[in-house]
């Protein structure tokens, strides 16, 4: 699994994309393969520019694909956040391949897009980043700039988030007007700046949150040529000279006399007139003969000197001072250079160079040097990350799933969801003029390749097979009938008979009504006991397994033991790695009682069935999911901490903590999957949500290949 970094901004103006520059040209010098992602596109701030290219996405990321930003405040105002970070997930798993090292860059927050610490959070927990802060002080104290950072660090579950690793400080020293877009004049530059008192921030002691980078300002990092700043003003260019290499590193508006210009004539100055003003003009082109390199001339207001005036500046010229002429007047001039954000063009390789050597000097060589060593940490699943994986292995199974609930708004909306995302192909049971009916007050569009099947015109062609089945339990023809005018039962012998692959039920009837005609008809699998369950419990940042929470309600230790076996099969077949933990009232021996020495004497029995997972108990829950309790309460556990998959000893705890956790968390779950049947069928909670079933409907059909 390649280390996956997500530099995310603190504020704007921090000089992300350099830093991120700066990570990977010392990641590339390490022999490290490095790839560059960004999750979302994001414009260049350079508003008036309309064909100015900065190093975004374009240039970083070769070979990935991003989304656009408005793409994504098109979904999130039609509340479909889950549908974009699903869409990042695959285009991250498109690009992921062959790197050791994964850069991740963030949005920036701009007053347009002031939630980007939100979609940033949630991007890096979907992809499982670990997250690096790029902060700059500005004119904050040390002390003002700690706190700061660490109220940002709360946005992303705070400093004591194991997944937040550290920041990066850019832009040390940096005087305030270059946030504003405008080049500080190089008097104000502090000459004295004092690096180790950065070194020393007492945020970096004693925690998992590291000093990664001490980036200082210098102003030949951020000097832009006078091209780009002709592109950004899209400005007439009276005189090219060479503005294709000339930088400027401070700005000046003159509308003063000549007398007091002359201490503002400075190289690298670009220097800011009206038109008309011929006396300026031809100071500024004295003080370049003079050998003053100058970083150029605009003049404003669209006024143009005469062309004496030109003949008298020819020298100049010639010597290559760029002239550029814009329609505004100075003070509309001056807000735009204002809003100019100094971002590196794609084509300025000489900058480029610059700044990612750098910023690679100034990273800390000991973080740089873990990125060498292979990355050991488990694989967690992001609920984006499995969301993704449902629906990708779902679309290659193409399976049809039978529901025999048809009538159910949901279960309608659902299946329409599924068919137009090519999840899995569905039939609904139900009176058909009913389910039409129900789509259009509903406003539902209903696909072509929906089925609709009437259960009245179907059912006599089931009851033979259903005699021939149950004839040893004595069902009769008149008893078979009856008993296939409820769907669920007519669903279950469509699977038994192979005219669908999966059924899903349960979002009206109850549990026992979706699984007993199956446990009649279709029984269990041959290398199975017996019957059990799994709920996916989509927390923020993972993917959990609790088993058995629906069916069994009193499992001894030999069925507790295949229950565990069971849960950790299906966890690893959607991805998630099993760390079992058998849960308990008591952790290890510190408790007595038949119900501990059940769950002790099922952890034995499954290890021995199944040595090849991992596997203890008991565990309670907070030691089992807790890192800091695990190391207090089960220092030795290989599961305590860690845990993915959650047995619990009893239905009444399972589905007792399924629900709760479900419900205080405000989480998805996804289940109960039944386990152990010879055909997938699975049960829904009668107060599924509509994503609920659809992502049912795809478990389903992808244990149909299994």
């Given at each position: 699994m390649p280390h996956r970094i997500m530099l995310i901004p603190v504020g704007s103006g921090v000089g992300l994309t350099s830093v991120s520059l700066g990570l990977l040209h010392a990641c590339q010098q390490k022999g490290i393969k490095v790839g560059h992602f960004k999750p979302i596109s994001q414009p260049s701030r350079n508003s008036l520019a309309k064909k100015n290219k900065t190093i975004d996405a374009i240039s970083l990321s070769q070979n990935s694909t991003s989304v656009s930003l408005s793409y994504v405040e098109g979904k999130m105002g039609d509340g479909l956040h889950d549908v974009v970070l699903e869409e990042i997930v695959a285009n991250f798993n498109a690009f992921k391949e062959d790197h050791d090292v994964i850069i991740i860059e963030g949005l920036v927050p701009t007053p347009r897009q002031p939630y980007a610490g939100r979609i940033n959070r949630d991007v890096a927990q979907a992809l499982g980043a670990n997250i690096v802060l790029v902060a700059s002080p500005g004119n904050d104290s040390a002390e003002e700039f700690e706190d700061r950072l660490e109220v940002s660090a709360e946005t992303y579950g705070g400093i004591k988030n194991r997944h937040l690793i550290g920041c990066v400080i850019n832009k040390l020293n940096c005087p305030d007007q270059e946030e504003f877009g405008l080049l500080p004049k190089e008097e104000e530059i502090e000459n004295d700046f004092n690096l180790n008192h950065w070194l020393d921030l007492s945020i970096f002691k004693g925690r998992h949150f590291d000093l990664l980078g001490t980036v200082q300002w210098e102003i030949d990092l951020i000097a832009p040529r006078v091209c780009d700043i002709s592109n950004y003003l899209e400005a007439k260019v009276i005189n090219n000279g060479d503005m294709e290499h000339r930088r400027f590193r401070s700005v000046a508006f003159c509308a003063r006399t000549v007398s007091n210009l002359v201490?503002?004539?400075?190289?690298?100055?670009?220097?800011?007139?009206?038109?008309?003003?011929?006396?300026?003009?031809?100071?500024?082109?004295?003080?370049?003969l003079n050998g003053t390199k100058l970083g150029g001339l605009i003049l404003t207001n669209g006024f143009e000197p005469s062309e004496q005036?030109?003949?008298?500046?020819?020298?100049?010229?010639?010597?290559?001072?760029?002239?550029?002429?814009?329609?505004?007047?100075?003070?509309?001039?001056?807000?735009?250079?204002?809003g100019f954000n100094p971002e590196i063009p794609k084509d300025d390789i000489q900058r480029q160079d610059k700044v990612k050597q750098h910023v690679a000097d100034n990273l800390s060589s000991s973080w740089l040097e873990s990125l060498t060593s292979k990355n050991n940490s488990y694989n967690l699943l992001s609920p984006p990350a499995f969301r993704h994986k449902l629906t990708e292995l779902a679309r290659q199974a193409n399976k049809l799933i039978v529901l025999p609930e048809g009538t159910d708004i949901r279960t309608i909306k659902a299946a329409a969801i599924?068919?137009?995302?090519?999840?899995?192909?569905?039939?609904?049971?139900?009176?058909?003029?009913?389910?039409?009916?129900?789509?259009?007050?509903?406003?539902?569009?209903?696909?072509?390749?929906?089925?609709?099947?009437?259960?009245?015109?179907?059912?006599?062609?089931?009851?033979?097979?259903?005699?021939?089945?149950?004839?040893?339990k004595g069902l009769t023809d008149v008893i078979a009938l009856e008993n296939l005018k409820d769907n669920v039962v007519l669903a279950t012998m469509m699977l038994q008979l192979g005219q669908v692959d999966g059924l899903v039920s349960g979002a009206v009837n109850t549990t026992a009504n979706t699984i007993r005609p199956a446990l009649q008809l279709i029984k269990t699998a041959p290398d199975s006991s017996l019957v059990s369950?799994?709920?996916?419990?989509?927390?923020?940042?993972?993917?959990?397994?609790?088993?058995?929470?629906?069916?069994?309600?009193?499992?001894?230790?030999?069925q507790l033991a295949d229950i565990a076996i069971q849960s950790a099969d299906s966890a690893r077949a959607f991805d998630i790695e099993p760390r079992v933990a058998m849960i308990s009232y008591s952790t290890g021996r510190s408790g007595h009682g038949a119900d501990v020495e059940k769950v002790a004497k099922a952890t034995e029995i499954a290890k021995a069935k199944r040595p090849d997972l991992i596997i203890d108990g008991p565990l309670q829950y907070d030691a089992a999911i807790m890192e800091n309790v695990a190391k207090k309460k089960a220092p030795n556990s290989p599961v305590a901490g860690k845990a993915t998959v959650f047995i619990f000893p009893d239905l009444n705890t399972g589905n007792t903590t399924y629900k709760a956790v479900q419900r205080s968390a405000d989480l998805v779950s996804i289940g109960p999957m039944l386990q152990g049947m010879n055909k997938p069928v699975n049960d829904l909670s009668r107060g599924a949500l509509v994503d609920d079933i659809v992502y049912t409907i795809a478990l389903t059909a992808i244990q149909a290949t299994m």
């Open positions: 201490s503002y004539l400075v190289p690298g100055r670009l220097i800011v007139t009206p038109g008309d003003r011929t006396d300026i003009i031809i100071a500024a082109c004295l003080s370049a005036v030109w003949e008298l500046c020819k020298q100049a010229l010639d010597a290559g001072l760029p002239v550029l002429s814009v329609p505004w007047d100075t003070w509309q001039t001056s807000r735009h250079i204002m599924c068919c137009e995302r090519n999840i899995a192909r569905c039939q609904l049971i139900g009176n058909k003029e009913e389910i039409l009916q129900i789509a259009e007050h509903q406003g539902i569009n209903l696909p072509d390749n929906l089925l609709i099947t009437d259960p009245d015109s179907i059912r006599d062609n089931y009851v033979g097979p259903m005699v021939e089945l149950r004839k040893n369950s799994v709920f996916f419990m989509l927390l923020p940042d993972q993917v959990l397994v609790y088993g058995d929470c629906a069916i069994n309600p009193e499992p001894n230790a030999e």
